[in-house]
T-cell receptor, first 117, second 115 residues
């Protein structure tokens, strides 16, 4: 009954490879997000997406791309992986604003630990 | 632009004592403010939020936070700390005018509660 789930939990890969991380939410939310947490635990938004628009943090390299097959899923594709991409990636979801009293609250997945060698 | 600062990397408190984790923010519009907690090797868990209304917000696990507009602060508090409260705490802000509901997080404060 996990609300926001991510796969895989751990991902170890070589530089230059292309990889994907999957995210699914069963909360009925319309908006999903990807965050990156670096080795110093600093959290940074990468993308915000609902069925109407994708908003990209301007600092995110275009090697990163979100793909949403349906409202419950937002996968993260990373091309030509670099050493600096090593981090923990968190998916989150929320209701669109404004809707209900639970608007704005983002619910996070458990994270995917990516290590690029 | 929106930003948030957590001035303390770590807060140490004895079990049973009150705790405060500080957060200050900067937005051009109205702030939506949040506290999240992260336990080791886990995702972030929502604790509480301020959107509008009463400045004192009560959340999960006995935590509360007070929104202070004049000081642009949203400090997290608990009257009596537990060892199990030891974790990494993040303050986050969103400017009400910001599209996409994108949160900006502070750098995190590690709370250590000693028995």
């Amino acid at each position: 009954d996990t609300a926001v789930s991510q796969t895989p939990k751990y991902l170890v890969t070589q530089m230059g490879n292309d990889k994907s991380i999957k995210c699914e939410q069963n909360l009925g939310h319309d908006t999903m997000y990807w965050y990156k947490q670096d080795s110093k635990k600093f959290l940074k938004i990468m993308f915000s997406y609902n069925n109407k628009e994708l908003i990209i943090n301007e600092t995110v390299p275009n090697r990163f791309s979100p793909k949403s097959p349906d409202k419950a899923h937002l996968n993260l594709h990373i091309n030509s992986l670099e050493l600096g991409d090593s981090a923990v990636y968190f998916c989150a979801s929320s209701l669109p604003s404004p809707t209900t009293m639970d608007q704005e609250t983002q619910y996070f997945g458990p994270g995917t630990r990516l290590l690029v060698l | 632009a929106q930003s948030v600062a957590q001035p303390e990397d770590q807060v140490n408190v004895a079990e049973g004592n009150p705790l405060t984790v500080k957060c200050t923010y900067s937005v051009s519009g109205n702030p939506y403010l949040f506290w999240y907690v992260q336990y080791p090797n886990r995702g972030l868990q929502f604790l509480l939020k301020y959107i509008t209304g009463d400045n004192l917000v009560k959340g999960s696990y006995g935590f509360e936070a007070e929104f202070n507009k004049s000081q642009t602060s949203f400090h997290l508090k608990k009257p009596s700390a537990l060892v199990s409260d030891s974790a990494l705490y993040f303050c986050a802000v969103r400017d009400s005018g910001n599209a996409g509901n994108m949160l900006t997080f502070g750098g995190g404060t590690r709370l250590m509660v000693k028995p």
